[in-house]
C-alpha cells in the first residue's frame, strides 16, 4: 500500500513541472482593416514556451506566408505593414524552438494599399486639350499628393502637380 502511495505522490511531484506551451494571437485577430505602409503592432500572449518567436503573415488565407521576424524575444512586434491590398491577412506566431506550438488570428483582416489610383485603371483613351479627372483611394495617408505620369510604362514620369492638397481623392487635369 505505500510503494501505491509513493507512485501516486511521485507522478503528481512530476506532472507539476511539466507546462503546457501555448500562443495566443490577440491582434490582429480578425476584422482589422490596417493600411499599407503604416506600423502597428502584432501582440500575443504566450505561456511555456522558448521566449523567442517567429511572426509570419499572410494575404492569401493561409496558402503561403512571409516572414515578419524572426527568432524575436518579446510578445508584441511594432510592424510596418507591407504596401498591399488584401482581405484575406492573417497573423501567425510560433515558438522558434518549438515550431509546432503557434496560433494564427482567429479570422481575416484587411490590408489596404494607401494609394490606389482607380481613374484611370487601364485601357482609357484621353485626348489633349481636354480635362479629365483622376482618382484615387488614399487610405492612411497624408492627404498630400505628387500626381506625375508616364508615357513609356512607368521609365520615366512628368510632373503633373506637387503638393496637391486633397482629402476628396481627385484632381482635375488638364491635359
Known amino acids: 500500500m505505500k510503494r501505491s502511495l ?25 476584422g482589422e ?12 500572449t504566450a505561456s511555456g514556451t522558448s521566449g523567442n518567436y517567429h511572426v509570419e503573415y499572410s494575404t ?3 496558402s503561403t506566408w512571409a516572414s515578419v521576424t524572426s527568432f524575436y524575444s518579446g510578445t508584441s512586434f511594432n510592424w510596418t505593414v507591407p504596401n498591399v491590398s488584401s ?24 490590408i489596404t494599399a494607401p494609394i490606389e489610383v482607380t481613374i484611370p485603371n487601364g485601357g ?25 505620369y508616364s508615357t513609356d510604362a512607368g521609365v520615366s514620369w512628368t510632373l503633373i502637380v506637387n503638393n496637391y492638397s ?9 491635359i
Open 166 to 174: 486633397t482629402t476628396l481623392g481627385q484632381y482635375n487635369w488638364s
Open 6 to 30: 509513493s507512485l501516486v505522490a511521485g507522478f503528481c511531484f512530476l506532472a507539476s513541472f511539466a507546462v503546457a506551451q501555448s500562443i495566443t494571437v490577440t491582434s490582429p485577430n480578425g
Open 33 to 44: 482593416d490596417w493600411a499599407g505602409c503604416s506600423s502597428h503592432l502584432i501582440t500575443w
Open 124 to 148: 482609357e483613351i484621353w485626348k489633349g486639350l481636354t480635362v479629365e479627372t483622376i482618382t484615387w483611394n488614399d487610405a492612411g495617408t497624408s492627404n498630400q499628393f505628387d500626381i506625375e
Open 87 to 110: 482581405i484575406n491577412c492573417l497573423i501567425k506566431v510560433y515558438d522558434s524552438n518549438t515550431p509546432t506550438t503557434e496560433d494564427v488570428s482567429n479570422a481575416v483582416f484587411t
Open 60 to 62: 492569401n488565407g493561409g
